[in-house]
């Protein structure tokens, strides 16, 4: 009987879509993860098999982990990103010995910063690592500017976890087809860059008009701006929540909103497409290129653009729910072509 094959993640903060691939992946591999600290922003609750092998980062220095690395004895292994040097020097190690795989979230900009990586990937990356696996177009341009050649650049990294998602879909989709929510939903960190500000102002002057009283904002998550959250009557803060308990807000909510400055990629535009939701994104989040259609499942805006984002709350207040409920629909049909199962087919197609 063919042994299963060990793979081996070096990862900076876990969160519970990436477990979602994970758990896909256990079905044909030994695991072993090696992470940072939780972060207090996303106080996740976690729950791993207890055949994966999980390590905490900070009990590791660079020759301890590099010890461990040895005793697995990963087929592959897998870098979230090139920040942490222990993880580099261990990846340098494994280079040439089995699959090295970076994963890459940026987008190309032509920042200096970038064209000076380009200048030293090749003594920097390229001697650490073999492949590099991103989650879609924007960032696949910056893997080729890094010198990657096609073959050696993975797509879909990220992938929302389908079954949870897909589950809360049907459990809410039917009541909103016989009363749609008049509920926008937020759901992301509480910082500047996320928009949240520009979306707030934006809402409310919306909501101003007599036509859309009836419209709410849900805002979930938690951050270094919340005490500074904007207050008002048809805005509600619900905190940070867990994954397990979003079905009773889901139900009850309409349409999703994202408005980040930046996003390189942002996994709950997938999470939400496979959750049923209309969208309102703003154009520098990466998930959009995969999982929003314009005016098919969502509407995109300007990031930053006040007055963009609050043309985009009208139209959704003023779209009839028949159409409201055939984007909800549509994204529901995007959403789903991702799956951690995918993401395993991915990876372990580097064995071949």
């Known amino acids: 009987m063919k042994p299963r094959p060990k793979i081996l993640f070096l990862y900076t903060e876990i969160a519970e879509y990436f477990l979602a691939c ?8 030994d695991i072993a993860i090696v992470r940072w600290p939780l972060n207090p922003e996303a106080p996740f609750q976690f729950e791993f098999h207890p055949d994966w ?26 870098c979230s990103g090139w920040v942490d040097k222990a993880y580099n020097e261990t990846a340098k190690y494994w280079h040439d010995k089995i699959p090295t795989v970076l994963s890459l979230d940026n987008h190309y900009t032509g920042s200096l910063r970038q064209l000076v990586g380009r200048m030293v990937s ?69 910082l500047e860059f996320k928009g949240i500000f520009e979306m707030w102002d934006a809402f409310i002057e919306a909501v101003g008009d007599t ?30 929540v867990q994954p397990d308990d979003l079905q009773e807000i889901l139900q009850d909510a309409g349409v999703f909103v994202l ?7 942002g996994v ?37 653009d006040k007055e963009g984002l609050k043309s985009a709350f009208l139209q959704m207040m003023n779209t009839p729910e028949n159409q409201l409920i055939e984007m909800g629909e549509k994204s529901h049909e995007i959403g789903i072509t991702h799956t951690p199962e995918i993401w395993k087919n991915t990876l372990l197609c580097l064995l071949r």
């Open 122 to 190: 090749p003594f920097k990356l390229k001697n650490k690592f073999s492949h590099v696996w991103v989650p879609g177009e924007p960032q696949y341009i910056f893997a080729r500017k890094l010198g990657y050649k096609p073959v050696q650049i993975l797509k879909g990294f990220y992938s929302a976890d389908v079954t949870h998602f897909d589950t809360l879909f049907h459990q809410t989709f039917p009541q909103k087809k016989m009363r749609f929510p008049k509920r926008f939903i937020y759901m992301g960190r509480y």
């Open 22 to 29: 994970i758990r896909a992946l256990h079905e044909s591999a």
């Open 268 to 304: 709950v535009v997938h999470e939400m497409a496979i959750a049923g939701f209309p969208m309102i994104c703003a154009d520098k989040i990466g998930a959009t290129t995969q999982f929003l259609e314009s005016d098919k499942n969502g509407l995109l805006f300007k990031a930053g």
């Open 211 to 240: 036509n859309n009283k009836e419209w709410e904002l849900w805002c979930l998550g938690t951050g270094d701006a919340w005490e500074n959250r904007t207050e008002h009557p048809k805005i509600k803060h619900f905190g940070f």
């Open 259 to 265: 408005p980040s400055r930046k996003e390189p990629w």
């Open 53 to 78: 092998q999980v390590l905490d980062r900070n009990n590791l220095n660079e020759k301890s982990l590099l010890d461990y690395s040895k005793a697995f004895a990963p087929d592959i292994l897998v």
